[in-house]
């Protein structure tokens, strides 16, 4: 599976952005998918996951509540509606594949992208 994430940008506090993860290759409806992202000078985070069949999501504290994953598994898409930024939200989001294990854990995704950068400013 390759993977590759879109729909980043520079916003200001309080607006939105979609992000888009785009996949090529077999099974795609078979692996959960998560995004994850890495502010300056921190290590990689969990921010959001949605399972195969879309039926069940999972959120970071930090996003639950601003942030929305879904998916569309005839167009081989995943998205991350992101409302209400902050500042804090800064960070370089990746999206990645995985079959099973803790879906907030990197270890568990086999395939990831190339990230999309966010930049919020206050």
């Known amino acids: 599976v390759q993977l590759q994430a879109s729909g980043g940008g520079l916003v200001q506090a309080g607006g939105s952005l979609r992000l888009s993860c785009a996949a090529s290759g077999r099974d795609f409806s078979s692996y959960g998918m998560g995004w994850f992202r890495q502010a300056p000078g921190k290590e990689r985070e969990f921010a959001a996951h949605?399972?195969?069949?879309?039926?069940?999501?999972l959120y970071a504290d930090s996003v639950r509540g601003r942030f929305t994953i879904y998916r569309d598994n005839a167009e081989n898409m995943v998205y991350l509606q992101m409302n209400s930024l902050k500042p804090e939200d800064t960070a370089v989001y990746y999206c990645?594949?995985?079959?099973?294990?803790?879906?907030?854990?990197?270890?568990?995704?086999?395939?990831w992208g190339a990230g999309t950068q966010v930049t919020v400013s206050s």
């Open positions: 949605i399972s195969w069949g879309g039926g069940s999501t």
């Open positions: 990645a594949a995985r079959i099973g294990g803790p879906p907030n854990k990197m270890t568990t995704y086999e395939y």
